[in-house]
């Protein structure tokens, strides 16, 4: 079992950075592969990014790729979204979550607001 809580959203103006994390309880969290996700109202949950276990590989959605980088500290159990040039369209609320092949261990979500 692991529980994750995510931390670090807010309201930051178009072009600011923010920086979100994800702590996961549990001794397994470097068995899983992480995950950040984001759901804007009226909208279904969507991947952004995920990152391997080992953090050896990475995958971002266009939508984010060169501006939001996915790491993480398997000594610390926590994963990290760097988001830097942020645009209003990515105000959402943003969740994290763990999984293998199917992400099935899911954060709380914070929220991301972005103002023009």
């Known amino acids: 079992q692991v529980q994750l809580v995510e931390s670090g959203g807010g309201l930051v103006q178009a072009g600011g950075s923010l920086r979100l994390s994800c702590a996961a309880s549990?001794?397994?969290?470097?068995?899983?592969?992480m995950a950040w996700f984001r759901q804007a109202p009226g909208t279904e949950r969507k991947l952004l990014t995920d990152?391997?276990?080992?953090?050896?590989?990475?995958y971002y959605a266009d939508s984010v790729k060169g501006r939001f980088t996915i790491s993480r500290d398997n000594a610390k159990n926590t994963v990290y979204l760097q988001m830097n040039s942020l645009k209003p369209e990515d105000t959402a609320v943003y969740y994290c979550?763990?999984?293998?092949?199917?992400?099935?261990?899911w954060g709380q979500g914070t929220q991301v607001t972005v103002s023009s």
């Open positions: 990152i391997s276990w080992s953090g050896g590989s990475t």
């Open positions: 549990g001794r397994t969290f470097r068995n899983y592969n």
């Open positions: 979550a763990a999984g293998g092949s199917n992400y099935i261990y």
